[in-house]
């Protein structure tokens, strides 16, 4: 507008200044200094701490976070992090713009922070300045390991899981999710039995706190009772020893149930023969008839309290001779069922006898002619169930069949590893009962059908973590085509098992 009216108008300039330390002409500032000077003039890290001691466990990998608590973190974590900054003193004086670890020998009890702060200085300039902490680690036992370490029996709460079943696939499952959660990380020990696992605690706390968790994940029952230790009258102090018993219901994934009259009544005349599909903190039941299903909570069922009809021990082996598809495809609880009716005959009748069942099944979009699928065989089953005989006139199916089977395209596969592994709790196996062996082989052949399990069924696994098998990699020989038509965990699925030592080697080999 200026150049329209013809007006004379003073362009504005910023003169330079020789700056007062090193003499080199600059743009002034508010301490007419360049950064280097006022880095050399002012140290804004003076009064920090630089050196300071940690108190690190080395049973349990805690750190004492004082006065008494301790905590646990992984080297170079953000939880361990955030514990470096929270023990340095008058931090509150400068600002915090970024932090993080210089890397140190595993072993060598070093821990190094750089912190990069800021600090308004002379006539309101602002400096950035960077700086090295270094952490050194002081060992000591925290009060429960060094309890532990003192009497390996001094435990304070136990927490014993228990299950009435002839096989361990609940344990096996809920053990994947203890460790998923790292739920039982504050027990001293923990021991298998012969029908459960018990947890033993130091305090009563983290007893509590575990059977909490497992309330979440499986209907269960809980009982508890205190025993008198040691009594000081002086001081008027007490010290007991905590036991809770925890009780899982009977009630596994494929088992065959017959509802009792009332039960089946107030879920809407379900049943009364149905399947249990899945167990969470809830008993997921299917009718495999009609494809009606129900949810029973914990209160439900223990209020029935009604036992398996069959279970999945008791499982026969099937070949599919015809399927007729009689329904569209229906999805139940994010699983896929079809009605359909099928014509079967038993694996082992093949050569004695021409027996050939109908029977309907929700299988219909799995089984194909040809296929085998498991199954109970109620039609020479010699069943005494009391919930049974309170159905008068109910005609019993001859077959009810419950998944497809794969055992003779496993065949071709047996002796390969998986590309896979599960991670597994450090227990102690109690052999008192002498069956050591027996027991043994029964533990081996109950994982490989739960390993199984999780193959074929996407949903069982969804809650568990599967890490890469890395003997695998290098082992890997065979062609992909072989075994292609049995089920398998995708690559995506897999979860790379962490090891911070295999890291520090690969780092000293890049160095080299």
């Keep these: ?17 020789l700056r007062c330390k090193c003499g080199i002409s600059m743009q002034p500032n508010a301490a007419n200094m360049c950064a280097k000077c006022l880095r050399s003039e002012v140290d804004i890290t003076e009064g920090l701490q630089k050196h300071v001691v940690i108190v690190h466990c080395p049973e349990c990998a805690g750190y004492l976070q004082p006065p008494r608590s301790w905590i646990k973190a992984q080297l170079e974590s953000k939880e361990l992090l955030t514990f470096c900054i929270k023990r340095l003193k008058n931090l509150n004086k400068v600002k915090l713009v970024n932090a993080e670890f210089i890397w140190t020998e595993p072993h060598s009890k070093r821990i190094k922070v750089s912190l990069r702060v800021q600090k308004e200085v002379l006539n309101g300039a602002v400096i950035e300045q960077s700086y090295a902490v270094e952490y050194v680690g002081q060992d000591q036992m925290c ?3 060094s309890k532990v370490q003192a009497n390996p029996d001094q435990w304070v709460a136990v927490v014993q899981l228990r299950q009435h079943v002839s096989h361990r696939r609940t344990f096996f499952y809920l053990e994947q999710l203890i460790l998923k959660h790292d739920a039982a990380n504050r027990a001293i020990k923990i021991q ?23 309330s979440r994940v499986v209907p269960v029952r809980t009982r508890n ?73 914990a209160d439900q069922y223990w209020r029935a309290s009604f036992k398996p009809l069959l279970s999945s021990r008791q499982l026969v082996e099937y070949v599919v001779l015809d399927v007729d598809v009689v329904s569209a495809e229906v999805n139940i609880g994010g699983s896929k069922c079809v009605l359909a009716d099928v014509q079967v005959a038993r694996v082992s009748d093949f050569g004695k006898n021409d027996t050939i069942f109908s029977v309907r099944t929700y299988l219909g979009h799995l089984l194909d002619s040809g296929d085998y699928a498991l199954g109970y065989d109620l039609y020479g089953a010699n069943s005494n169930d009391f919930e049974l005989e309170k159905y008068k006139g109910l005609v019993l199916p001859e077959v009810i069949l419950i998944k497809k089977s794969y055992e003779e395209k496993r065949q071709k596969k047996r002796g390969k590893l998986r590309c896979w592994k599960l991670k597994s709790l450090n227990m102690e196996v109690d052999n008192s009962a002498g069956k050591g062996r027996d027991q043994a082989h029964k533990m081996n052949s109950e994982y490989e059908q739960f390993l199984r399990d999780l193959e074929e069924n996407p949903d069982l696994r969804f809650n568990i973590s599967l890490y890469r ?18 089920p398998s965990i995708p690559l995506e699925e897999l979860l790379g098992d962490l090891d911070l030592s295999d890291i520090y080697v690969e780092e000293d080999g890049i160095r080299e």
């Design 1 to 17: 507008m200026a150049e329209v009216t013809g007006m004379f108008t003073v362009q504005q300039t910023i003169g330079n200044v």
């Design 143 to 145: 009060e429960s390991c």
């Design 192 to 214: 298998q039995s012969d029908q459960g696992i018990d947890f033993f605690f130091g305090h009563r706390s983290h007893a509590l706190k575990f059977v909490d968790f497992v």
């Design 225 to 297: 009772d205190k025993q008198l230790v040691s009594h000081d009258h002086k001081n008027n102090t007490f010290n007991y020893k905590y036991t809770f018993s925890v009780e899982i219901s009977p009630i596994c994934r494929e088992d065959l149930i017959c509802l009792p009259p009332k039960l089946a009544s107030s879920l809407g005349n379900i049943g009364p023969l149905v399947i249990c599909t899945k167990v969470s903190n809830s008993i997921a039941l299917l009718d495999p008839f009609t494809l009606r299903h129900c949810f029973l909570d």
């Design 469 to 486: 098998d890395k003997e695998y990699q290098r082992s890997e020989t065979t062609s992909v085509a072989d075994g292609e038509d049995v």
